[in-house]
C-alpha cells in the first residue's frame, strides 16, 4: 500500500511541478489575489464625488456645505447652476451625490423653521447609496444638535456644553473598521477551495482523458492508493498556499493573527477533507476537463456567495440560511477569522470544526464509492 | 495447459449484447488472434479478461484465476496494452518505467535489471531522459509494451497494439511478440489488420458479439470457406465486373488489383458460364482460375454468411 502510494505521489509531483501553468496555479494565483482583496476590492467608502446644488448661498448652507466637504467621506466635484445639471451629472456618474439646497434655507433656520435640505444619490449602486445616506445623516444630525444648541444657548442664556448622551462606539477586532481584516482572511479560505476542487478534479478527469487510468486500472494498484495519490499532492499544495497567503496578510499587509496556528492547521486539514471530496465527486462525474472545469465553477460560485465571504449570512432568506450549513466554506470562514481577528481556538470554535469534519467524511465516502462504479 | 478459458462468456449492456455464448481456450506460449469489425465485441471481451469488467453470464479463467472472484489476482499476472498510447507523455522514459516498476512492486535488486531490459528491448538507451511525448508513435509503441512487460507476466493482452503505427514498425513490433511467445508468454491480440492476422498462431472471428469461427490461419484458409473463390483476369476489369456480379451462380464480385475475385458455389460449373458470358459482351479473358482465398475472403464470406442466416431467420419469424 505504502510503496504504491510512494511512487503514485513521485509521479503526481513530477508532472504537477513540471506544468508551468500548474506553478503559475499554485504561485501566483494567491499572491495576486491576495493583493486585489487586499488593495482593490474595498467596502469602505471614501472619496465620494459629490456635486452641490446650492440655491440659497447663505451663510448657513454654506456651513452646512462645509461641514460635508470637511468630513473626509466627501470630494466636492462641482457646483451646479440648474436642475438640469443636476441630472446631467448623477446620469453621467459624473457624481455619486447631489446636496441641494433650496432658496429659503438659511431663512428659515433663522425664523426657527424646519429647513429643508435635500441629498440625491445614485441609488443603482444600493451599497454605496446607503452607506453615502449613513454619512450623510449622521452630517446632518451633528448640525441640528449644534444649532439646538447654540438657539438653547441664546434662549436661556447659559452655554450647554454636554450633550444628554454620548454615545462611544468601539468596534473590537478591527477598531477601525477596515474592510482588509475581513477580506483578507477570507480569501485563504476562498483560494484553498478554488485551488483543491480545481486541481484535484482535473488531475483525475485527466488521466481518464488521455487514458492512463484505464492502464493503471489493470494494474494491482489499489482504489484508495490511486485516490490518495491523486488527493494527497493537493491537500499539501493547499497548506502550503495557505502559509503563503499568512505570510503576506500577516507581513505585508499588517492583518492580525492573534489565535494559534495549530489551530489553523488542524482546521485547513478538516477543511480540505470537504473541498477534495468534492474535487474527486466532480471527477466521477466528468469525461473531460473541460466538464471538470464548468462543474467546478458552478459549484464554487454559489459556494462563494453563499458563504458570507461577501455578503452577510445573516440578510438571506431563512431557507437559504439553512443551505448554507451545507456549504463547507461558510464553516472555514468563521474559523479562519474566528483565528485571525478575535484569537479564537478550538473550544470556541469547535461546532464549525465538526461540521466540517462530516461534511468532509460524507463528501469524501460517497465520492470513492462513486469512483469504482465510473472507472472499472 | 490453457492459460486462458472462456465458456459462454456474456455481457450485456442494457438491452444491448455486446458478447454473448463466447467460448475458447488459448495455450501457453499461444498467439491468440481476436479478430473481428469495429463494435464486434472485440475490446469488451478484452476488458472482461483483464478485470475491467464484469461478464453479465458464463465464466472465464485467465493465468488460472477467475474473471469474477479474482479479478486483482489477475491484474497481477498480466500485461496490458491498449491502442491508444497510455503512458505519461510528461514524463521521461525513464520516469514512466520506475513509476510501472513501482506499480508492481517489482523488488529492489530486480529494478534496475527490468529497467535496462526495457530500454534494450525497446532501443530506448540514448532516449532515456526524454519526454515521452516527443518520442515517434512506434517508439512510443515499444515503450508501452516494455512497461506492460516489466513484471514479467504470463499473459499479454494487446488491444489493437499497432493502429496508426508505420508498417517498419509493425513488423519489428511483430517480432517482438514471436519472441516472447518463444519464452512462454501467452499472448492475446485484437486486430483488424488481416495481414497482422496471419502472424497469429490461432485466429477466433468475433462477429456482432458471437465467436463465428475458430482455428489456425491455414484451417481458415482451407476448411471455413464454404464458397471457392476465382480469379479473373481481362480488359477493363471495372466495366467487365458489372457483367460478372449479375450472372446467376456468383454470390460477389470484387474488384482486387486490376483482377476481380468472385465467389461460387460451383466453380467447375461457372467457368465455361463465365468465358461465354464475357465473350459475348466483348471482354477478353487473359486468365481465370481458382485460387486459395486470402484471410480477408473468409472473413467476409464468413460474416456475410451469418447476415444472411440472420436475415432468413429474421424473415421466417416475421
Redesign the interface.
Known amino acids: 500500500m505504502l510503496e504504491r502510494l510512494k511512487y503514485m505521489l513521485i509521479k503526481e509531483f513530477l508532472q504537477i511541478f513540471r506544468d508551468p501553468r500548474m506553478r503559475a496555479v499554485i504561485l501566483m494565483v494567491p499572491i495576486v489575489q491576495v493583493l486585489i482583496f487586499g488593495y482593490a476590492v474595498t467596502t469602505d467608502v471614501r472619496h465620494i464625488r459629490t456635486a452641490i446644488f446650492d440655491l440659497d448661498n447663505s451663510p448657513s448652507s454654506r456651513d452646512l456645505v462645509a461641514r460635508f466637504e470637511g468630513s473626509g467621506h466627501f470630494d466636492l466635484i462641482r457646483r451646479l447652476r440648474s436642475d438640469a445639471e443636476l441630472r446631467e451629472v448623477i446620469q453621467s456618474g459624473e457624481a455619486k451625490a447631489v446636496l441641494r439646497l433650496n432658496r429659503g434655507f438659511g431663512d428659515d433656520l433663522l425664523g426657527g423653521r424646519t429647513a429643508q435640505a435635500q441629498i440625491i444619490l445614485d441609488g443603482s449602486d444600493s451599497n454605496t447609496a446607503s452607506i453615502i445616506l449613513g454619512y450623510s445623516n449622521r452630517i446632518a444630525m451633528a448640525f441640528n444638535s449644534r444649532i439646538l444648541v447654540d438657539r438653547f444657548a441664546r434662549s436661556s442664556g447659559t452655554r450647554l456644553d454636554t450633550e444628554p448622551v454620548a454615545l462611544a462606539s468601539r468596534a473590537w477586532f478591527n477598531p477601525n473598521l477596515e474592510s482588509r481584516n475581513f477580506f483578507v482572511p477570507g480569501v485563504i479560505a476562498q483560494l484553498v477551495m478554488i485551488i483543491s476542487i480545481v486541481l484535484s478534479s482535473m488531475a483525475i478527469v485527466r488521466e481518464r482523458e488521455i487514458g492512463t487510468m484505464e492502464q493503471i486500472m489493470v494494474t494491482p494498484m489499489g482504489r484508495m492508493e490511486f485516490i490518495l495519490g491523486k488527493t494527497l499532492p493537493f491537500a499539501l499544495i493547499g497548506y502550503f498556499d495557505v502559509v503563503l497567503i499568512s505570510v503576506v496578510a500577516v507581513f505585508w499587509f499588517e492583518i492580525p493573527l492573534l489565535g494559534s496556528l495549530p489551530a489553523l492547521f488542524l482546521a485547513t486539514g478538516l477543511y480540505l477533507l470537504s473541498t477534495l471530496g468534492v474535487g474527486l465527486l466532480i471527477s466521477t462525474t466528468c469525461r473531460t476537463q473541460q466538464q471538470a472545469m464548468m462543474s467546478t465553477f458552478f459549484f464554487i460560485m454559489p459556494a462563494i456567495l453563499l458563504s458570507g465571504f461577501i455578503y452577510p449570512i445573516a440578510n438571506m432568506p431563512l431557507g437559504i440560511q439553512w443551505v448554507t450549513y451545507l456549504n463547507p466554506l461558510r464553516h472555514f470562514l468563521i474559523i479562519i477569522r474566528g483565528i485571525f481577528l478575535k484569537g479564537q481556538g478550538v473550544q470556541v470554535l469547535w461546532p464549525q470544526m465538526v461540521a466540517l469534519a462530516l461534511l468532509g467524511i460524507a463528501l469524501l465516502s460517497l465520492a470513492t464509492g462513486r469512483f469504482r462504479k465510473t472507472s472499472a | 495447459m490453457n492459460v486462458v478459458t472462456l465458456k459462454d462468456l456474456e455481457r450485456r449492456f442494457g438491452d444491448f449484447v455486446a458478447v454473448k455464448g463466447v467460448s475458447l481456450e488459448v495455450a501457453k506460449g499461444e498467439i491468440f488472434g481476436f479478430l473481428g469489425p469495429n463494435g464486434a465485441g472485440k475490446s469488451t471481451t478484452i476488458r472482461m479478461l483483464?478485470?475491467?469488467?464484469?461478464p453479465s453470464g458464463g465464466s472465464g479463467t485467465v493465468a488460472g484465476f477467475d474473471i469474477r472472484t479474482q479479478r486483482?489476482a489477475i491484474?497481477?499476472n498480466?500485461g496490458?496494452m491498449?491502442q491508444?498510447?497510455?503512458?505519461?507523455?510528461?514524463?521521461t522514459v525513464e520516469?514512466n518505467i520506475?513509476?510501472?516498476s513501482?506499480?508492481?512492486?517489482i523488488p529492489g535488486a530486480k529494478k534496475a535489471e527490468r529497467k535496462a531490459w526495457v530500454l534494450e528491448m525497446a532501443h530506448l538507451q540514448a532516449q532515456r531522459r526524454t519526454r515521452t511525448g516527443q518520442l515517434p508513435g512506434g517508439w512510443k509503441q515499444r515503450l508501452s509494451l516494455g512497461c506492460a512487460l516489466l513484471h514479467e507476466p504470463p499473459v499479454l493482452?494487446l488491444d489493437e497494439p499497432t493502429s496508426g503505427v508505420d508498417p517498419m514498425s509493425r513488423r519489428d513490433f511483430w517480432d517482438l511478440i514471436h519472441q516472447l511467445a518463444g519464452g512462454g508468454v501467452t499472448v492475446f491480440v485484437t486486430t483488424h489488420y488481416m495481414e497482422e492476422a496471419e502472424y497469429c498462431d490461432r485466429l477466433g472471428l468475433i462477429y456482432r458479439g458471437e465467436l463465428v469461427a475458430l482455428g489456425t490461419p491455414t484451417e481458415m484458409k482451407e476448411h471455413r470457406m464454404t464458397e471457392q473463390v476465382l480469379s479473373l483476369s481481362c480488359d477493363r476489369a471495372h466495366d467487365a465486373l458489372t457483367v460478372v456480379a449479375a450472372l446467376p451462380g456468383v454470390r460477389d464480385a470484387v474488384l482486387f488489383g486490376r483482377d476481380i475475385h468472385l465467389m461460387t458455389a460451383d466453380a467447375e460449373r461457372i467457368v465455361p458460364i463465365l468465358r461465354d458470358a464475357m465473350e459475348q459482351a466483348g471482354f477478353e479473358v487473359r486468365a481465370l482460375e481458382r485460387i486459395t482465398p486470402s484471410l480477408e475472403d473468409v472473413f467476409v464470406s464468413l460474416i456475410e454468411g451469418k447476415d444472411r442466416e440472420e436475415g432468413a431467420q429474421r424473415e421466417f419469424k416475421g
Open positions: 483483464c478485470g475491467l469488467l464484469e486483482e491484474k497481477q498480466i496490458y491498449s491508444k498510447f497510455s503512458l505519461y507523455e510528461d514524463l520516469e520506475d513509476f510501472y513501482g506499480i508492481y512492486r493482452f
